[in-house]
């Protein structure tokens, strides 16, 4: 479920005649869909509306109360230091930039989807993917709603990360590829959660001012400091990386670069 927020043609406010911004999801038009106007300072949901305030009042005291919980444990609220989020929403070599292709677009680049959609860490599927606890009853992911509420809270950001990265971290299974670290955030359970820890970084083998692709096979998972090393020329991470983006020319060449 990733939000995507723009502006669009005809997409104007209601109320004063100002472009809106908008807020969709990438993938679906189940979820609700909203505009947004900053002169008027209101959100509109489609199909609903213009949302009124103060409506919070009117809800039982339980969901108050989990509202709280969820606005209290936002996880990292004073340590989050990066602008947009702890991946790269770009990968800079030297001076060129490029924003990441989203699901979409991947796919009517290369003509197939990305997959890695789910990533669940676990050994053991009964066991709940929060606190470790066995799970019971029809349970699939977790013992109770309080540890699937910290799960989420815990994997917040990665909303904030495009989902292309994102994915091939999951296909890594936040695991750099040249040294093994672990990247992943670990919770106080000992129970590894698809978040990063804030060390990983998504490579392109094929650099894009090279007009390396977005493709998959062109991505590498690498923990910052490998990733740096890498471009500094440190013979360990050069080997490495280079012997990794060889193989995969070998079978992949023609998805590796954009086709001009
Ligand atoms: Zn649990
Ligand atoms: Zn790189």
């Given at each position: 479920?990733n939000?995507?927020r723009f502006?669009h043609?005809?997409?104007?406010c209601?109320?004063?005649?100002?472009?809106?911004?908008?807020?969709?999801?990438?993938e679906t038009?189940?979820?609700?869909?909203?505009?947004i106007?900053?002169k008027c300072k209101?959100?509109?949901?489609f199909g609903?509306?213009?949302?009124?305030?103060?409506?919070?009042?009117?809800?039982?005291?339980?969901?108050?109360?989990?509202i709280?919980?969820?606005?209290?444990?936002?996880?990292d609220?004073?340590?989050?230091?990066?602008k947009?989020?702890?991946?790269?929403?770009?990968?800079?070599?030297?001076?060129?930039?490029r924003?990441?292709?989203?699901?979409?677009?991947?796919?009517k680049?290369?003509?197939?989807?990305?997959?890695?959609?789910?990533?669940?860490f676990?050994?053991?599927k009964?066991i709940?993917?929060?606190?470790?606890?066995?799970?019971?009853?029809r349970?699939?992911s977790f013992?109770?709603?309080?540890c699937?509420r910290?799960y989420?809270k815990a994997?917040?950001?990665?909303?904030?990360?495009?989902t292309?990265?994102?994915?091939i971290?999951?296909?890594?299974r936040f695991?750099?590829?040249?040294?093994?670290?672990?990247?992943a955030?670990?919770n106080?359970?000992?129970?590894?959660?698809?978040?990063s820890?804030?060390q990983?970084?998504?490579?392109?083998?094929?650099?894009v001012?090279?007009?390396g692709?977005?493709h998959?096979?062109?991505?590498?998972?690498?923990?910052?400091?490998?990733?740096q090393?890498?471009?500094k020329?440190?013979?360990?991470?050069v080997?490495?990386?280079?012997?990794?983006?060889e193989e995969?020319?070998?079978?992949h060449?023609?998805?590796?670069?954009?086709?001009?």
């Amino acid at each position: 479920m990733n939000y995507h927020r723009f502006k669009h043609l005809g997409a104007y406010c209601p109320k004063c005649s100002r472009k809106v911004e908008l807020l969709f999801s990438e993938e679906t038009s189940e979820l609700p869909q909203f505009y947004i106007c900053f002169k008027c300072k209101i959100i509109g949901q489609f199909g609903i509306g213009e949302l009124s305030t103060n409506e919070f009042s009117a809800f039982s005291p339980e969901r108050k109360k989990e509202i709280k919980a969820c606005i209290e444990e936002i996880p990292d609220k004073y340590r989050y230091q990066a602008k947009g989020s702890q991946l790269r929403l770009e990968e800079k070599s030297d001076t060129y930039t490029r924003r990441w292709l989203s699901l979409y677009e991947y796919e009517k680049a290369f003509g197939e989807k990305l997959g890695f959609e789910s990533i669940d860490f676990r050994e053991d599927k009964y066991i709940c993917k929060w606190c470790n606890q066995p799970l019971e009853g029809r349970r699939r992911s977790f013992c109770s709603d309080r540890c699937s509420r910290n799960y989420g809270k815990a994997t917040f950001f990665k909303r904030g990360v495009s989902t292309l990265p994102y994915r091939i971290a999951s296909r890594d299974r936040f695991y750099c590829r040249v040294t093994g670290e672990d990247l992943a955030v670990t919770n106080r359970f000992g129970v590894r959660i698809p978040a990063s820890n804030q060390q990983l970084e998504i490579h392109h083998l094929v650099f894009v001012s090279e007009h390396g692709s977005d493709h998959e096979t062109n991505l590498l998972t690498v923990s910052k400091q490998v990733h740096q090393d890498y471009h500094k020329g440190e013979v360990y991470a050069v080997q490495a990386i280079e012997n990794i983006k060889e193989e995969q020319l070998r079978m992949h060449s023609d998805k590796m670069y954009t086709k001009k």
